[in-house]
C-alpha cells in the first residue's frame, strides 16, 4: 500500500485587473447559449471572446470598418488576462466597458469590465495588449499616430 505525500498547498493569492481610470466605450452583451459550460454559467473560456467582440465594436464606432486595418498596419494580440469574479447566466445582460492604458511605442492596452445589467456587479476584468503589425513587411510596427490621437482625443 502507497502512503500519501500529499500536503495542503497553500492558496495562491489572487491576481487582479486594475481598471483604467476612465473608460472611453461601452456596449452591451448578451449571453449565448455558446458561451454557457457544462455548469451552467458563464465559461470562463468565452471571456476573450466577448472581450474581442467589445473590442471590434469600438473599433467601428472610431469609424474604422476593418479591425485589423489602421494606416497599412493590422492589430494582433501579443498578451490577454483575464479575472473571473461572478457568474453570469443564459441571457443574462451584460455591460462591457472598455478603456485603454499603457501606451508605448509599439503596443497598447485595452482593459475591459464585464458587469451585469447596469453594472452593480462585476462579472469579470479582462486585459488585453495589442501591437501593431505590417503584414507585408512580416513585424512589428510603431502604434499609428492617428489611432493613438484617437483613442488618447476619447479621454478627454
Known amino acids: 500500500m502507497a502512503s500519501s505525500n500529499r500536503h495542503p498547498s497553500p492558496i ?7 481598471l483604467p481610470e ?12 455558446t458561451d454557457v459550460n457544462a455548469a451552467n ?3 470562463a473560456d ?8 467589445a473590442q471590434l465594436r469600438f473599433i467601428r464606432y472610431l469609424g474604422h470598418t476593418n479591425a485589423i486595418a489602421f494606416e497599412d498596419a493590422g492589430l494582433i494580440m501579443a498578451h490577454a488576462e483575464t479575472a473571473y469574479m461572478a457568474e453570469a447566466d443564459y441571457a ?8 485603454a492604458r499603457e ?3 509599439h503596443s497598447f492596452q485595452f482593459v475591459y469590465r464585464i458587469s451585469k445589467d447596469d453594472g452593480a456587479r462585476e462579472v469579470a476584468r479582462v486585459a488585453t495588449t495589442l ?7 512580416k513585424c512589428v510596427v510603431p ?3 492617428g489611432f493613438r490621437e484617437q483613442i488618447l482625443g476619447k479621454f478627454k
Open 46 to 53: 468565452r471571456l476573450l471572446s466577448i472581450a474581442m467582440e
Open 12 to 18: 495562491m493569492p489572487r491576481k487582479s485587473i486594475a
Open 22 to 33: 476612465t473608460f472611453v466605450f461601452t456596449t452591451g452583451y448578451d449571453v449565448l447559449y
Open 92 to 99: 443574462d445582460h451584460l455591460l462591457i466597458e472598455l478603456g
Open 41 to 43: 454559467h458563464l465559461g
Open 143 to 145: 502604434v499609428p499616430d
Open 131 to 137: 501591437l501593431f503589425f505590417d503584414y507585408q513587411q
Open 103 to 105: 501606451f508605448e511605442t
